[in-house]
């Protein structure tokens, strides 16, 4: 059991050699908001698990449908020049979702699909080059590929080549 000596040693900043104080203002650099703190990106582990075991920290996967899908991870982040606060001034903060957002519109690829599928708009915008070419040529596979682009648009079943996530309008 850590009595009140022990205590306050625990609770000296080595950086500046004070020790907290809890009836003062100053707050642990860990508990400001994120409005007062730079963080970094979600690391991309590019699937790696014992790395993650390794680090405690990273994504080996990104995305996912659900909620209950999408990993979760620590990041780094660094309290803002200015702000005064008690502690390291670089932690790592939990619960960053690993999800990656790379432009791609759900409503604008399906407009471009109901208008300009036919050549095959819809694939060049999702990053599937090779696929838009064939359906652009064919002009949309003579109006099928065209309709069935769309409704596996509408269902889920065509994502952005990139495995990115569709940008959410707020």
Known sequence: MLCRT?????LMDESTGYSYDAHKALIFCSFLPLEFLNCSNPEDLKGNVTK???LGYGCTKWGGERFEDVQTTSVWCTALPGIECYGNRTFLRDGFPCIMYN????VTTLIY???LGFLGMDRFCLGHTGTAVGKLLTLGGVG?????DVILLVTGQL?????????PYY
Not at 6 to 10: A, I, Q, T, V
Not at 103 to 106: A, C, D, I
Not at 160 to 165: F, G, L, Q
């Open 52 to 54: 993650r075991n390794e």
């Open 103 to 106: 432009g791609h519109y759900f």
């Open 159 to 167: 994502k952005p080549e990139d495995k990115s996530n569709w940008v």
């Open 6 to 10: 022990d205590f306050n040693e625990y």
């Open 144 to 148: 099928i590929w065209w309709i069935i």
């Open 113 to 115: 699909s109901v208008l």
